[in-house]
């Protein structure tokens, strides 16, 4: 039966050793599953927030997986829309990668509200001026969006596909798929901005809030600027995570490097956008409200310079820089040096714009405020990457994800 | 096969689809929000007519009146009762918290008989039988006199009835717990005659010279100084505080005058000094010894002799003495903090001095020197042979803490039988094991509390009482007041439990001891009995809920007897050993006194007094060497060690640590007791000779790193 | 919006000069709304207290230290110029946070708010609260919850109304006799209970009212900065975090500079410029 679902001529490692792996991550996924149950039955007491840090590591968990899913819309803009057709080669894992983040940003969303059976409410009693409003709504469409771009690639399972009706339905869906795309990359724009101003807007907060453009403030646009930078990263990041652990190679070095030169020149432009904002919100915004940037970075534990150092130069600049010279972004260290550090550079962001804005203190007797999460914040954090690997190992198994895989493999396999 | 696959992924479809369009799904998640909205586990307050009904609170000698807001007869909340001639209007956060009481953990549900070390609840018949009975054999042994009875602060005619049925049964060995009512007495009588007492008119007061005295903190009748203090500022008038912490109400007053811990009296007679030596003050009747005093305190009490023992610059008590004699309307107030516990009797007297030097007795705006003639009319007891006897006894000691020595050093019981009334001694008291051990040698101790507080569980019977929700009973106003304001706390439910007025207990037990002792409190219900002993003021209690026994500046100008103070008594000092001095200190969120606070209060105190289960001691970071802010440190006097947090205070004068009261309960109430340390179990009483006043205002002590 | 003079504008000023910091005024609110309390509830972060009072002190050492109290209810903003959007109205995405704009009141419907604490988060007065546990009384003690604020379930965040209720009934009172309500019909729980007359509540609109005879609101946006809108005209007086523009209605007063300071802040020399500037029409320096 496992042989008749692997793809043609495919090589896949012998379904108990398959079996084995599942296993072992299934059992990190239990155990955050339990974590989960925790917090729904026993209430968010199970969890270290408190009344300064109403928003922690979920909300961080969640902001960042959306930004790093970032790569399949823009991949498939690129694709569909701006028609750059050797990005098909990696279309299929972004959408994977994408379907992944966002399933896994709406349960987290799930677990964090106080109130999860009221859910809806942020639907049915939705207040137009809220971020998160805007945020919920694309976020839901963007992910019925993934499921369809998702389906014909499930579609052309071998067996499935035997099915003529899912045959030409899959077929059909590719030819219309272009729309999709294009709806897709819309939403995102859109939640992927909102996500940004969630903390932008927020004006009682000096180290969050930021100037408008009509009634978006800054970070929205650099929030989808940067899912759309570093988005690609984290694609091939974990094609090259998949590619050594599959011992294989998936997607043509040409690709790649088309992928990561376009990524690298996002960083590079997101990069000046991103230290304009920062100096200006440090020169003018800020000050206006009576605070030195200082007051941001000093009298606490653990936010300190290093931190906006971190973000902006060795996990934005540099990463930038590697990609878009041709020389660095085809040395494979180099490469994986330069989207690793971007990957981390992004999270890093959106650690800065979820915890440290709950960190800082406003009133002028008031105390920093730090926060370590419990382990049941931990353990469900953790659960989205276990059921992602899962998701990943059995699309891979299952399905032609990778068109170029054969051809690339040939030599491998004539050797067998 | 293939068909087989069709069919079934059809059907499977088809049956999603299905689900999807019906409104099933839409219908769970409908219900299941409203569900989330109605659980269960979450209370609806019943609704219904909203009445308010007055009474009066009697948790400390305050007496507020207070308004309860009732729904449909159930009591919802406590308020302050506009107008009332104590408070008007104002409340504090225990009288507030007051309905919480009611359903106290700890609350002593029926009558308790001790079997071992555990309580076993009784009927009252039994409790009432089981007492009386061995209150009998202590009479019929020929030794009356060795029933004893502590009793709380608040005067009153429960209080009056205990007294009654001690006198009935032949035992002069009553005894009251340190207040400041009583220590204005005491003043009183050494300097202006027994039967006296005093009041301090704050309300019209231009200056008022504070030696320590919480005047937002508890002194005397909190809500009325909250509301003085408060007026102040409309009526620009002065507050000079004198203690040896930023307390809130130093920090409220218009100067703060840090003094060494302890040395009030010596300030004071210091600026009596300055008053004579500038011949600023006013010639009244004064007798006793008035020129011994002059020449004693201008040599023992100069300046400059005064700045080397408190710590006030010489330059300052002169300016101060001076201010103090020009001031239109000034007046001096005694007694740190709440001015009951570790007070002394020359600090009082010194401090009343001042008042009378400065000519402000029986001034408006001074010190009032009051003869309030009880309003209570008790019908003559009828006494026996033994009762005659024992009312020939001589009192067995002094005071209270006097009581407590005596008990522990005599090897045979001084006392038979105790009763305790509104009290917690063995949490109040200073040194508490020593108070534990006394009342071992105590063969059987009756408590009256409501709580199962430290007390009530050193005791071997305790006949609950009714809180002051439940009960009828005259409160009269505590010490410090210009006015004698006498309230009625009436009763606002039917008692939750199986208690009694402590009155109506007291009656059933002279009735079943019988003879003459039951005559002299022939009465059916205490209810009864306060209706014919209130007697003038009755009409105004059960009328308007309250009666103004005194007010306005007495007549005339009472004499000043100098002779304690010509004597030159010594300065009480602080006893024990170490580099630093630990203070009591006194927080108006946390009741100090009984009943122990509310689940509410303990939720206000700062987490720089209380951090989990630990205590949070004040020191100036000056002095806390080696230590760090919000570290864990240990605390050590020759009554004790604990373990402590510390928190830095620029607000505390160097050398000396402060630990709040009302802390380290040790009954079962999750919410209050089991947090911190009670500063009693490691401050050592020091007993003024001739006043048996517990004089330790503190205690030497050392402080290092855990 | 509140321009409309019929409105109410509900908000206090608070004296710091004559408060106590005896907490009165927690209590009263917390027994007035059914507030819960847990065995601990020294972890500050996670305690309910709609009214909480801070304890500030002038940072000099003995014996020059000084201390003063602030209470701190809701704030009930009225938002960026004035306009009801305040920093937690504006991103509720549930529209479980509401401005009413003929009382000024920020409103906080527990059973629509599903617990998503962004308004937490948005507030800069942390004078918003979560509902961490289910709420529990001791036996017996569930017989003084009042019916005129429901009891909060799990999950839901939780924040001083202005005694929202105790306006309702006074309304509907007037609203029977047909007249508008008094000034002293509608009082708030800490108001009433303040021994020291430290709380002083009412409508801001009304210049018969004693809140608004001391404040004295400058109708006019704050030459200096825009975003702030009825700025006070007593150089006494003074909001928390006024130049955010959040536009509080709780207004503060004292006769010590530093405590005025201690409301906002201020880079180096900014104070010396501001401290006597009071809106837009002030004669002061
Ligand atoms: N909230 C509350 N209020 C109450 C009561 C209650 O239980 N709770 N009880 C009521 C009763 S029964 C009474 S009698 C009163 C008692 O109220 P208080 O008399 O105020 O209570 P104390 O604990 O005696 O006050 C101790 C104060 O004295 C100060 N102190 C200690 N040593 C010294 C010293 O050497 N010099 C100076 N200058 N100050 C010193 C401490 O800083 C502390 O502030 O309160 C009444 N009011
Ligand atoms: N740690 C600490 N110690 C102090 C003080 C302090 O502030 N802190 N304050 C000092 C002061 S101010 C004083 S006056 C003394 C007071 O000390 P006490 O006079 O002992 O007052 P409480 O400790 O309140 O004791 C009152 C007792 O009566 C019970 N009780 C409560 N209500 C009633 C009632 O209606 N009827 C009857 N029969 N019993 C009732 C309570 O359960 C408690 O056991 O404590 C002094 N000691
Ligand atoms: S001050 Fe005393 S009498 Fe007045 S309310 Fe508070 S506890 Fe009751
Ligand atoms: S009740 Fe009044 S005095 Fe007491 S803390 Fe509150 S505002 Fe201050
Ligand atoms: S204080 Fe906080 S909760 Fe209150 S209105 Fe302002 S932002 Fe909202
Ligand atoms: S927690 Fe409740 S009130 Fe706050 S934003 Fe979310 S839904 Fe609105
Ligand atoms: S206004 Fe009412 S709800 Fe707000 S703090 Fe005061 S008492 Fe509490
Ligand atoms: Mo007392």
Redesign the pocket.
Known sequence: MDSALIPEGAKRCPFPKFMLGMAIVGAVLLWGVYAMFLCWFKGLNQTNMDDYYGFALWIWADLAVIAVGGGAFFTGLLKYIFKIDELKNIINFAVIIGFICYSSALLILAIDIGQPLRGWFIFWHANVHSMLTEVAFCLSCYFAVLTIEFIPNILENRQLNKVSFFHHLAHNMHGVMAVFAATGAFLSFFHQGSLGGVAGVMFGRPFAFREHILIWPWTFFLFTWSAAAFGPCFTLLVTKITEAITGKKLVSDKTVNLLAKISGWMITTYMIAKIIDTVYWAQVTAPSMGFTLDHFYSNNAFYGYWILFAEIIVGGVVPGLLLIFKKTRENPIALLTAITLGVIGVCLNRWVMVLQIMAVPVMPFDTWALYIPSWQEVATTILPVAYGIMLIAVSYRYLPVFPQELELNKPAQATE | MKIDRRSFLGLGLGAAAGIAVSPVGVKLTDDSSIWTQNWPWTPVPEDGEISYENSVC??C?GSCGISVRKIKNRPVKIEGLDEYPVNDGGICLHGIAGLQYLYDPARVKSPMRKNGDRFEPISWDEAISLVSGKLADVRDSGAPHTLGLI???AGGS?TALFKRFLDAFGSPNVYA????EDNLSLTAATLHGAGNTIGFDLENADLVLSFGAGLIE?WGSPMACFKANSARRDRHAKLYQIEPRLSNTAANADRWIPIKPGTEADLALGLCAVLLKKNLFTPGEFFGGFNRFAAVVQKEYAPEKVEAVTGVKAADIEKLAVAFAKAKMPVAVPGK??G??GQNLKEFAAVQTLNALAGRLNKEGGAFVMNPDSYLAFPEASMDDAAEAGAGQEKSVGSVNELVDTLNASAKPVLNALF??????C???RDTKRVKEAFKKVPFVV?????M????MASDVILP????LE?L?DVPTGGGLAKTVVGLTRPMVNPIFDTKN?GDALILLAQAMGGTIAESCAWDTYDECLEEVAGDIWDALSEDGYAVVSEGAPMGTPGTDFSFLASNPASVQAGGNGDLLLV?I?NIR???????STPFAVKTVSDRVLSGTDIVVEINPETAKGLKDCGYAVLITSQGKARVKVNFNEGIMPGVIGMV??LGHTFDNPYVAGKGV???DLIGPVIEPGSGMDAAFGIKATLSKA | MIQNTKAHKFGMVIDLDKCTGCGSCMVSCMAENNVPFKEDESRKKDSITWMRVYKLTNGKSFPDTEVVYMPRPCQHCSGLGDHGHSPCVSVCPATATDYGYDTGIVSQIYTRCFGCRYCMGACPYHARYFNWWDPTWPEGMESYLSPNVSPRMRGVVEKCSFCYHRYQLAREKAYVEEREIEENEYQTACTTACPADAIIFGDLNNPAHQVHQIVKPDPHPDPRNHKVVGKSRNPKVFRLLERLGTNTKVYYMSEREWVRKAGDSYLDGEWDEVKNHHGSSSSHG
Do not use: I
Request: proline residues 11%.
């Open positions: 009697s948790l000698p009793s709380g602060g429960v717990m340190p207040s400041l508890g903090g709440r009951d516990h305790v009334y509104n009290a917690n001694p949490y109040t008291l408590s009256f509390s409501s709580f507080d430290e007390t009530a009482a009714s809180t002051f009960r009973e402590p009591p006194d946390l009741a100090g006194t009984a009943p122990a009261k009302g009670n500063v009693n």
